[in-house]
């Protein structure tokens, strides 16, 4: 989330002219800035919930990348905050 958003001031700037130019300065795929753009997609609160998620010590995420990415395919706020909180106690 950070990165997306970190894109997004970086894509502001005159000398980053798109995705492609964001890829080769991250050194990673042009479909990977998108995914990461993506990020940009969910609802404002998601978004800080994630920025603060608390570090997992140990083990895997409970909340992963694909969990994220899906969400913010789903262009309703309303219906991203019933599956963020349905992911969140099922966690």
């Known amino acids: 989330m950070a990165l997306a958003l970190k894109f997004e001031r970086l894509i502001q700037q005159p000398q980053i002219e798109d995705y492609a130019?964001?890829?080769r300065l991250g050194h990673v795929t042009r479909a990977r800035v998108s995914?990461?753009?993506g990020l940009l997609k969910l609802a404002s609160d998601i978004q800080e919930a994630?920025?603060?998620l608390p570090k997992t010590a140990k083990g895997r995420d409970p909340?992963?990348?694909r969990d994220v990415l899906k969400l913010g395919s789903?262009?309703?706020w309303e219906e991203q905050r019933r599956v963020w909180q349905?992911?969140?106690i099922s966690v």
Request: hydrophobic residues 60%; proline residues 0%; without cysteine.
């Open 74 to 76: 789903i262009q309703d």
């Open 35 to 37: 995914q990461i753009m």
């Open 86 to 88: 349905k992911r969140l």
């Open 21 to 23: 130019d964001l890829a």
């Open 63 to 65: 909340i992963s990348a």
């Open 50 to 52: 994630i920025l603060f």
